[in-house]
């Protein structure tokens, strides 16, 4: 392991119901020497600087205008440790956690290690609409998710990771941009971690999340020709075929793909369509 701390980056926009909970889970047995937190707030409204703030060992830094791109390349700019974690604000990871993707990095023996690590996810659809379920049932048996860091909230990289690009692009598709920077053989999903990731409780806020996914995930293959490209069809030829029973729920993520895919040509550059219907106090 690395002298120097290992460095936590959380972007925050408006997430006062959630980033306590976030900075308290990492904050929970934390030593200085362990972690570096950094939240970049930007173009915050509510009061999440002030729950920031008051928690210790957080360093803040506060951006006027909105924008989950210039937050991340904000924050790296001041982070002085590695391996390096983006933290989304709304999702909990222990300081044990933090350290058992940092030391996924880090070779053993004179092997080869990861560039690039990310927790096991775990989807929680209970209580969700039928849709949300079906949805879900599709996408956690999609095979794309077994070598890509996205869909967790949390991508840990190394320092030769980090040196991989410059700056992240004036885009939305920051999980996916990472996830690009490396083959398979480079990334690991670390399982003794786990992301758990609390779906949209709602139909309307599952196509408000998939319509922004898709958005994003366009524009950046439109100006980076090295952006993984999507596997279209793998939800009918490796999921539905192999277990038809799946059927049901497979006409409700194709509906809501197809939907989504539709409203994301429209959807502004700028439009960050978000889950709200988590966005709780615990």
């Known amino acids: 392991m690395s002298s120097t701390p290992i460095s936590v980056i959380i972007t925050a926009y408006n997430e006062a119901a959630v980033i306590g909970r976030c900075l308290d889970s990492l904050l929970a047995g934390a030593s200085p020497d362990d972690l570096e937190i ?20 957080v360093k803040v830094i506060e951006l006027p205008e909105a924008g989950k791109a210039a937050a991340l390349n904000a924050g790296d700019a001041v982070a002085s440790g590695f391996p390096r974690i983006y933290l989304d604000s709304d999702v909990i990871l222990s300081p044990k956690a933090a350290l058992d993707l940092a030391r996924a990095l880090t070779p053993v023996d004179d092997a080869s290690a990861p560039l690039a690590v990310t927790p096991r996810r775990e989807l929680n659809t209970k209580g969700r609409s039928v849709v949300v379920r079906g949805f879900y049932a599709i996408n956690s048996r999609l095979p794309i998710f077994k070598d890509a860091l996205f869909g967790r909230g949390v991508i840990a990289v190394s320092r030769a990771g980090r040196e991989r690009f410059g700056v992240f692009p004036e885009q939305m598709a920051d999980d996916l941009f990472l996830d690009s920077r490396f083959t398979s053989a480079e990334k690991r999903e670390v399982n003794t971690v786990v992301s758990h990731v609390e779906t949209p409780k709602r139909t309307r806020d599952l196509l408000r999340v998939q319509t922004r996914v898709r958005a994003g995930n366009a524009r950046l293959r439109a100006i980076d020709a090295s952006t993984r490209p999507p596997a279209r069809s793998s939800w009918l030829t490796e999921v539905l075929l192999p277990k038809p029973w799946l059927l049901p729920a497979a006409v409700a993520y194709l509906t809501v793909t197809l939907i989504a895919a539709h409203r994301a040509k429209r959807a502004k550059a700028n439009h960050w369509g978000r889950d709200e219907s988590t966005r709780t106090g615990a």
């Not at 950094?38 to 060992?57: F, H, K, L, M, W």
């Open 38 to 57: 950094i939240v970049v707030a930007n173009g915050c409204t509510d009061e999440t600087v002030a729950i920031a703030s008051s928690r210790p060992q």
